[in-house]
């Protein structure tokens, strides 16, 4: 089982040792980031953090809540790192259609998948039109930040002409009680259907859901692939379909357990300036234009508490979230391309920046094709850097990977660029024979290591 919605999985953190309630006024102006930035610093098990007394604000502020795999374990069903990517590949397997993204269609576009619409949904109960923005305790993480900013919200959208609905993760900037500013990168779902929309000479309607069940806070921040329903998908992962409350704008609903709610609309030709934003690389995002959202209701739940996350350097609970990504969307990969054997990507390159690729010794394909095939894959699009290895070596050992690439560059021609992009291929040439100790031998130095009078255990 896994918790509904935000109340309910903090409970369960609060039950298994993973929260600590902050009941003193901390000020979300530096202050709590800076706090929760120690917080990881000093402890790498990390607790969740509930901050029950937010300076200025009545409405207490969660973080940190997806730090630690147990957390997530705790937020998505105790066996989900194997159970999703399992359900997923088993589905996968067992259908007749060859291309993952088809196949994948006709397996989560069933009815049994589709959210229930309920009425007087919880998200709802309390209309804060009157006070806006300012209502929420939006943290200034970092002390360049532009301003304030909404890091964990769901935001949905839907195509004008089709109706598709996308829900994307993309920061919010808190401009003033009325006006946000919203940063799609290009080639998102969120971006595609704003330019649809300008297009049109249109205003997009645009909204913001906090909080709701946590298997949304994830699908947000997951590239799937196609026109697929992250609803449904949720509904489909979990056996459980989603109840999701309409908005003032029927086409758009947000899970009816969610926090807060915030609608509004984007006119064509709005911008102002966003940033700068302390980003995961360690740097600041440099200012530039982006949409301004005019801001039209604003909406919580009783006793709301707002949900958000420390964008920084890793590592943040962003990589945990980003390993579970990895393994799921790894089987679609797979699906395509049955020459990937495995895959890791590490934390310092947070979700789909760098990744180190298995890749099995039989595989015909040059390097630029293996490239192309790998850039293609709905997890690996936005790499920079991905390193490719044999399927017995240790993805996760990054001190011998450091060792197989610099070893690779007198080898042959290793590397292929296209653009920013770089694909560096470690693998060992066919018929190279690896330096490994006798079978016989190791097995006798292991039966005689009492003999040799020296440490540790054989």
Not at 244 to 258: F, I, K, Q, T
Not at 266 to 285: D, L
Not at 322 to 336: H, I, P, S
Not at 342 to 368: D, K, S, T, W, Y
């Amino acid at each position: 089982m896994h918790p509904d919605d935000l109340h309910d999985f903090i409970v369960a953190l609060e039950q298994a040792g993973e929260l600590c309630r902050v009941k003193c006024s901390v000020d979300p102006h530096l202050e709590i980031a800076a706090v929760v930035n120690e917080h990881c610093i000093r402890d790498a098990n990390a607790q969740a953090l509930l901050f029950e007394n937010v300076k200025g604000y009545q409405v207490p502020l969660a973080i940190n809540l997806y730090g630690s795999r147990r957390r997530i374990e705790l937020a998505l069903g105790s066996d989900v790192f194997h159970a999703f990517p399992g359900k997923l590949r088993e589905d996968l397997f067992a259908s007749d259609v060859a291309d993952s993204v088809a196949a994948l269609r006709d397996i989560v576009n069933c009815r049994k998948n589709q959210a229930n619409y309920v009425e007087n949904a919880a998200c709802f109960a309390a209309d804060l039109t009157g006070l806006g923005l300012s209502g929420i305790p939006a943290i200034k993480a970092w002390p360049d930040d532009g301003g304030r900013y909404l890091t964990l919200g769901q935001v949905y959208t839907y195509h004008p002409e089709t109706y598709a609905v996308n829900c994307g993760m993309y920061r919010a900037q808190l401009l003033d009680s009325y006006r946000a500013l919203l940063r799609c990168h290009p080639g998102s779902g969120g971006a595609m259907h704003l330019a649809a929309w300008h297009a049109r000479g249109e205003a997009m309607p645009v909204a913001i859901a906090l909080g709701g069940p946590p298997v949304m806070t994830w699908l947000a921040s997951v590239s799937l692939p196609g026109d697929l329903s992250e609803t449904e998908f949720a509904g489909y992962l979990t056996g459980k379909p989603l109840e999701m409350g309409r908005c003032s704008n029927l086409h758009l609903a947000v899970p009816a357990s969610a926090e807060i709610v915030i609608e509004g609309r984007i006119f064509p030709g709005e911008e102002f300036t966003e940033g700068p934003f302390g980003n995961h690389t360690g740097c600041y995002e440099s200012a530039s234009p982006a949409p301004v959202i005019s801001i039209d209701k604003v909406s919580m739940r009783d006793r709301a508490i707002y949900p958000c996350t420390l964008v920084g350097p890793p590592p943040r609970e962003n990589c945990c979230l980003a390993d579970l990504t990895g393994r799921t969307l790894l089987v679609l990969m797979q699906f395509d391309h049955p020459w990937v054997l495995n895959l890791h990507m590490p934390a310092e390159g947070i979700f789909h920046r760098a990744a180190i690729v298995a890749v099995a010794q039989e595989c015909p394909l040059p390097l630029a094709e293996i490239s192309s095939a790998l850039w293609t894959s709905a997890l690996l699009r936005n790499s920079r850097l991905l390193i490719l290895l044999d399927e017995n070596d240790n993805l996760h050992d990054l001190r011998q990977v450091y060792w197989r690439v610099v070893n690779a560059i007198k080898e042959r021609c290793f590397c292929h660029v296209d653009a920013h992009k770089v694909v560096l291929d470690a693998r060992l040439p066919a018929g190279t024979r690896r330096v490994a100790p006798s079978e016989e031998i190791e097995q006798q130095v292991s039966a005689r290591w009492h003999e040799y009078g020296l440490k540790g255990t054989k």
